[in-house]
Protein backbone atom coordinates (compact mmCIF):
# COMPACT_ATOMS: atom_id res chain seq x y z
CA UNK A 1 0.00 0.00 0.00
CA UNK A 2 1.26 3.36 -1.14
CA UNK A 3 0.14 6.85 0.45
CA UNK A 4 0.64 10.56 -0.13
CA UNK A 5 0.32 12.39 2.87
CA UNK A 6 0.33 16.51 1.95
CA UNK A 7 0.56 19.48 4.71
CA UNK A 8 1.01 23.23 4.16
CA UNK A 9 -1.75 24.27 3.05
CA UNK A 10 -3.76 27.38 4.72
CA UNK A 11 -5.02 30.74 4.36
CA UNK A 12 -2.58 33.55 3.30
CA UNK A 13 -3.10 37.31 2.48
CA UNK A 14 -2.15 38.19 -1.34
CA UNK A 15 1.43 38.71 -1.47
CA UNK A 16 2.24 36.06 0.69
CA UNK A 17 3.68 32.71 1.02
CA UNK A 18 3.22 29.06 1.85
CA UNK A 19 4.88 25.65 1.25
CA UNK A 20 3.24 22.60 1.02
CA UNK A 21 5.06 19.15 1.38
CA UNK A 22 3.97 15.56 0.88
CA UNK A 23 5.69 12.71 1.65
CA UNK A 24 4.72 9.56 -0.05
CA UNK A 25 5.53 6.15 2.44
CA UNK A 26 4.35 2.36 1.62
CA UNK A 27 5.40 -0.16 -0.23
CA UNK A 28 7.93 1.69 -2.45
CA UNK A 29 10.60 0.04 -5.03
CA UNK A 30 11.26 3.84 -6.56
CA UNK A 31 9.49 7.00 -7.86
CA UNK A 32 9.60 8.19 -11.52
CA UNK A 33 7.96 11.78 -11.16
CA UNK A 34 6.57 13.94 -8.26
CA UNK A 35 4.38 16.84 -8.57
CA UNK A 36 1.41 19.10 -7.48
CA UNK A 37 -1.78 19.77 -9.11
CA UNK A 38 -4.59 22.04 -8.38
CA UNK A 39 -8.31 22.14 -8.53
CA UNK A 40 -10.39 25.52 -8.14
CA UNK A 41 -14.28 25.80 -7.71
CA UNK A 42 -15.54 24.85 -11.52
CA UNK A 43 -12.59 24.39 -13.00
CA UNK A 44 -10.38 21.04 -14.26
CA UNK A 45 -7.76 19.79 -12.00
CA UNK A 46 -4.02 21.36 -13.45
CA UNK A 47 -0.50 20.31 -13.27
CA UNK A 48 1.24 23.11 -11.60
CA UNK A 49 4.60 21.72 -10.93
CA UNK A 50 6.54 18.69 -11.30
CA UNK A 51 10.00 17.15 -11.12
CA UNK A 52 11.32 13.83 -12.21
CA UNK A 53 13.71 11.71 -10.00
CA UNK A 54 16.23 10.70 -13.15
CA UNK A 55 18.04 14.24 -13.55
CA UNK A 56 15.66 16.77 -11.27
CA UNK A 57 13.98 17.81 -14.34
CA UNK A 58 11.21 20.60 -13.60
CA UNK A 59 7.99 21.76 -15.25
CA UNK A 60 6.03 24.52 -14.23
CA UNK A 61 2.75 25.88 -15.58
CA UNK A 62 2.87 29.40 -16.81
CA UNK A 63 1.07 31.13 -14.38
CA UNK A 64 3.41 30.30 -11.31
CA UNK A 65 6.75 30.51 -13.11
CA UNK A 66 8.89 32.57 -11.60
CA UNK A 67 6.66 32.54 -8.16
CA UNK A 68 6.23 28.50 -7.25
CA UNK A 69 9.46 26.38 -7.12
CA UNK A 70 9.25 22.82 -6.58
CA UNK A 71 11.92 20.57 -4.84
CA UNK A 72 12.50 17.38 -3.83
CA UNK A 73 14.37 15.11 -0.61
CA UNK A 74 14.86 11.54 -3.06
CA UNK A 75 15.80 10.21 0.51
CA UNK A 76 12.81 11.07 2.25
CA UNK A 77 10.32 10.47 -0.74
CA UNK A 78 9.04 13.73 -0.16
CA UNK A 79 8.38 16.99 -2.60
CA UNK A 80 7.55 20.40 -1.36
CA UNK A 81 6.03 23.33 -3.07
CA UNK A 82 7.24 26.46 -2.69
CA UNK A 83 4.73 28.78 -2.91
CA UNK A 84 5.83 32.78 -3.22
CA UNK A 85 3.92 35.93 -4.20
CA UNK A 86 0.30 34.48 -3.48
CA UNK A 87 -2.45 35.60 -6.13
CA UNK A 88 -6.35 34.95 -5.17
CA UNK A 89 -6.08 32.96 -8.63
CA UNK A 90 -4.32 30.81 -7.20
CA UNK A 91 -6.84 29.58 -4.75
CA UNK A 92 -7.42 25.88 -5.09
CA UNK A 93 -7.34 22.51 -3.48
CA UNK A 94 -4.06 21.35 -4.09
CA UNK A 95 -3.07 17.51 -4.73
CA UNK A 96 0.21 15.81 -4.76
CA UNK A 97 0.58 13.19 -7.60
CA UNK A 98 3.62 10.48 -7.90
CA UNK A 99 3.96 8.15 -10.41
CA UNK A 100 5.21 5.16 -7.84
CA UNK A 101 7.25 2.00 -8.76
CA UNK A 102 6.19 -0.77 -6.36
CA UNK A 103 8.10 -3.23 -8.62
CA UNK A 104 10.71 -2.74 -10.77
CA UNK A 105 7.85 -3.02 -13.53
CA UNK A 106 4.81 -1.90 -12.28
CA UNK A 107 4.58 2.04 -11.84
CA UNK A 108 1.49 3.84 -11.22
CA UNK A 109 -0.02 6.75 -10.50
CA UNK A 110 -1.00 8.14 -6.98
CA UNK A 111 -2.45 10.80 -5.31
CA UNK A 112 -3.02 12.88 -2.34
CA UNK A 113 -6.29 13.78 -0.64
CA UNK A 114 -5.56 16.81 -1.01
CA UNK A 115 -4.29 20.65 1.14
CA UNK A 116 -6.87 23.53 0.76
CA UNK A 117 -4.83 26.83 -0.24
CA UNK A 118 -6.95 30.31 -0.21
CA UNK A 119 -5.62 33.35 -0.86
CA UNK A 120 -7.80 36.50 0.21
CA UNK A 121 -7.22 39.84 -1.16
Known amino acids: QVQLVESGGGLVQAGGSLRLSCAAS????????MGWYRQAPGMQRELVASVITNGGMTTYVDSVKGRFTISRDNVGNTVYLQMNSLKAEDTAVYYC??????????????WGRGTQVTVSV
Open 97 to 110: NAQIRTTRFIAEPY
Open 26 to 33: GNIFSIDV
